[in-house]
């Protein structure tokens, strides 16, 4: 019964933990952990591909494209940068919802691309980077004679 209790499983008094499970799987990503107090911004992300591409797009609305950086390196892809919050000097905030400050997302890539190729568009608040299929991993079509 002590098990399925979360609280006694974090004071150790069971071995491991079974949502380090779950935290191991989202450290790939650099989210924070689903199970903790974290609650740094991380833009919204979609990731789609073609037998040709893989499309990354990123939400990142009120940035300047000047203030996010790309990095491809060992087949991850980061993403990082700033929001920075603009205040008035004499404003008293009653409520603040939006999120500001730095933001770092990696995606490990599913295939070797072609890094000279790689291609990053920003329009209206979305970061679209195309990574294109490295030859060597393009799917080939074989005919049966």
Request: one cysteine or more.
């Amino acid at each position: 019964m002590n098990i399925l209790l979360p609280t006694l499983r974090r004071r150790g008094m069971v071995g491991r933990p079974a949502w380090d499970i779950f935290d191991r799987f989202f450290e790939d990503f650099r989210w924070p952990s689903v199970f903790t107090e974290e609650t740094a911004w991380m833009p919204p992300f979609d990731v789609s591909e073609t037998d040709d591409v893989l499309i990354v797009k990123l939400e990142v609305p009120g940035m300047d494209k000047k203030d996010i950086n790309i990095n491809l390196s060992e087949g991850m892809l980061t993403v990082t940068g700033e929001r920075k919050q603009e205040k008035e000097e004499h404003e008293t905030y009653h409520c603040t919802e939006r999120y500001y400050g730095t933001f770092s997302r990696s995606i490990c890539l599913p295939f070797e691309v072609n890094a000279d190729k790689v291609d990053a568009s920003f329009k209206d608040g979305v970061l679209k980077i195309t990574l294109p299929r490295s030859e060597a991993v393009k799917p080939k079509k074989i005919e049966v004679h």
